[in-house]
């Protein structure tokens, strides 16, 4: 009777295996759907590590293509795993509470799948106050014991930060079905204005809530812990093979691995967290108890910390890119709760600001530190964009609202404690406001020049000066620098009005036709180096002698990505040019030391990394010129006239580079012999 038993339950294995290779999806959740309810607790408890693996996509599988499926173009499939997953009734969740009455029903997670900073801690064995909920933290098996609710949990947060190999997220997240089911969850265990949902077990996790658990806090708590605490950097990127009855195929957590666009979209939906938190904590609760109150401060205070170190360290390490008006969007949903809570969300005002001062208060740091590295990143930034001018004007257009204003500046004379004086001293404000002077200087002299006098205007009439006015004239690009000029000038007025900074623009101005001092200076190897007023000058167009003769500072292979090049390609042939730096060193010491006409026309594809080229890693391959758009649009255009002239385009390629070898080889062996 034990050997049929033990072959029922390999033969139940292997069917819901097989299940999980079913296609389409909605079958498999049909089919699954049925099985589930069937299989007894050890059975289930076997099973869930590979469902769940199978549902993310960790068991080398598409996975069900949770970030790719739309409602409008796969109905079937996003109706059946919305329904199986959803948390009210979905039959996971059926599973997971089924397991969850058994206690003896634990489940693993990798200590690398965690946070950096949260690694440290338990390394070092102090358990960060959310790792008490678990089962148990075994520090030297670096595993975490959690039940299934738990273990869902850290999947489904997990899979937003570290998606498994192969998986693309759309460029809108909108009816994507990662982004409803994040909806279904927040709205399910964090409902504003209603009763949070309780569920009962033998673990309790609040101090204010004795042997109580609260699967609402657990979720709250969690999210925050995998997608707000993100900062550190981690091992090496490995993918851990799967075990048959704990799923370890997690990629450990690396933040300098992550691609920027990935980002953007975590950012958008932790956004999404953000504007849902605000409305659950402020909003009022029909039913008063002590239960929800304490639910509720305990998950505001656990937000806003987490929030803000979130913030505070994207600020910092934050490229110089467009992805950055997701982070900027996400902090200005933070630091105005009040858009969010009231039945008619409005702008604050003298009549409700009584009702924000302790938010406020308890956030300073948000609203000035956080302000602080807006404006001088703003500085550092080509602000004369259209992007960069409206992100600003939306900045400024929010603390200049007279009831914050004011707020803000009296907590902040009464306290210094990790504040930065961002009223009080203004030295952010008075960096940018210089910059925006020279911007506008800069941009209303490009508009003189393009402006016809009377006479080019009479010249240019007639039949031909018609044709030729309607091929090269600009008007539109003339129409939005001038809308450009005007935002700044609104920006400058909003700059000295919330700062108390003159209004006068030609002493605020530093125009860098009217700065004193020199453009660069000669260090000791004899090299000429930007001044402060120099670089000033060149970004506004003024300085044009000498400019080659001037060493940038930076490595010249990460300087910024420039707006005629393609950020992808840029970041994939830096990588590339690294890979094949190693392996052509000395040909690239050869070229950068000889001279000669085949070394000038090579030098461009080498450029010095570092002071001392005898080091190793000191010279790079170039391949930063391919990426911009000029060579993209002229290497189509030869392939498609060979292509047109019947012949081969492959071949022009080849030739091309079988003569550029042929230089390079060339020249290492004259200067060797």
């Not at 409602?71 to 997971?96: E, M, Q, V, W, Y």
């Not at 956004?271 to 998950?299: A, G």
């Not at 006068?504 to 000429?528: I, K």
């Not at 060193?585 to 950068?592: D, I, K, T």
Request: hydrophobic share 40%; glycine share 4%; proline share 6%.
């Amino acid at each position: 009777q034990h050997y049929k038993s033990i072959t029922f339950i390999e033969t139940s294995m292997d069917n819901a295996l097989a299940i999980l290779k079913q296609e389409p999806l909605s079958v498999r959740c049909q089919n699954l759907t049925e099985l589930l309810p069937t299989l007894p607790i050890r059975q289930l408890h076997m099973y869930l590590p590979q469902l769940l693996s199978n549902i993310f996509g960790y068991d080398s599988t598409p996975g069900w293509r949770l970030s790719s499926l739309h409602s409008n173009f796969h109905p079937t499939d996003f109706k059946a795993i919305r329904a199986f997953l959803k948390p009210n009734g979905g039959c996971l969740f059926k599973a997971l509470q089924c397991l969850e009455s058994d206690n003896s029903s634990h489940f693993l997670f990798p200590f690398n799948a965690l946070p950096p900073n949260s690694v440290a801690l338990l390394n070092d064995r102090a358990v960060p106050s959310l790792y008490r909920m678990f089962v148990n933290v075994d520090i030297e098996s670096k595993e975490l014991s959690m039940t299934a609710y738990h273990y869902y949990f850290m999947y489904f947060t997990y899979f937003l930060i570290h998606p498994p190999p192969g998986v693309v997220w759309p460029a809108s997240l909108a009816d994507v079905l990662y982004t409803q089911l994040v909806e279904d969850y927040l709205h399910f265990f964090l409902p504003p204005g209603n009763s949070i949902p309780n569920f009962g077990a033998a673990h309790p996790i609040n101090r204010f809530v004795p042997n109580t658990y609260s699967l609402s806090q657990a979720f709250a708590e969690i999210m925050f812990e995998m997608w707000l605490n993100q900062r550190g950097n981690d091992t090496n990127k490995v993918v851990l093979s799967i075990d048959q009855h704990q799923s370890r195929s997690l990629i450990p957590w690396r933040m300098d691995s992550y691609d920027h666009n990935n980002k953007d979209l975590q950012v958008r939906i932790i956004r999404m967290l953000v504007k849902h938190t605000h409305r659950f904590v402020y909003t009022p609760h029909l039913v008063k108890d002590r239960y929800t109150e304490d639910i509720t401060n305990y998950i505001s205070s656990s937000f806003q910390s987490n929030t803000y170190q979130f913030l505070n360290y994207h600020f910092a390490t934050w490229p110089l890119i467009s992805s950055f008006r997701g982070l900027l969007e996400t902090w200005l949903s933070y630091i105005q709760p009040w858009r969010y809570t009231s039945i008619v969300p409005g702008p604050l005002t003298d009549s409700n600001i009584s009702e924000w001062q302790n938010f406020i208060r308890d956030n300073l740091p948000a609203y000035c530190n956080l302000l602080d590295r807006c404006l001088r990143r703003m500085s550092h930034s080509l602000i004369c964009s259209g992007k960069n001018v409206t992100l600003l004007s939306r900045v400024l257009k929010i603390y200049s609202a007279p009831p914050l204003l004011r707020t803000i500046c009296e907590l902040e004379r009464g306290n210094t404690h990790n504040i930065v004086n961002v009223f009080t001293e203004g030295e952010a404000a008075q960096e940018l406001l210089d910059k925006l002077s020279g911007e506008i200087m800069h941009l209303e002299k490009q508009l003189s020049k393009s402006t016809p006098s009377v006479g080019q205007s009479a010249a240019a009439s007639g039949l031909f000066g018609w044709i030729s006015e309607g091929l090269w004239s600009q008007p539109d690009q003339q129409d939005a620098q001038q809308k450009t000029v005007d935002a700044l000038r609104s920006s400058v007025s909003q700059l000295q009005t919330m700062f108390y900074i003159s209004p006068n623009m030609e002493t605020t101005s530093t125009c860098p036709s009217e700065q004193s001092g020199p453009d660069y200076v000669t260090d000791a190897l004899y090299r000429r180096r930007l001044t402060p007023q120099g670089r000033e000058r060149m970004v506004a167009g003024t300085l044009k002698r000498d400019l080659k003769d001037v060493t940038a500072e930076c490595n010249p292979a990460l300087r910024p990505i420039c707006s005629y090049e393609n950020p992808h390609l840029v970041r994939y042939l830096y990588k590339l040019s690294l890979s094949l730096s190693g392996k052509v060193a000395r040909q690239l010491r050869v070229v950068h030391g000889s001279k000669g006409p085949i070394q000038s026309v090579l030098k461009p594809l080498v450029v010095q990394v570092k002071e001392d080229v005898s080091e190793e890693g000191a010279l790079l391959l170039n391949l930063r010129p391919v990426a911009s758009y000029r060579f993209i649009f002229y290497s189509a255009l030869i392939f498609l006239l060979s292509y047109m002239s019947g012949i081969n385009p492959l071949l022009i390629f080849t030739y091309l580079g079988l003569a550029l070898a042929a230089c390079a080889f060339a020249s290492s062996i004259v200067t060797s012999s």
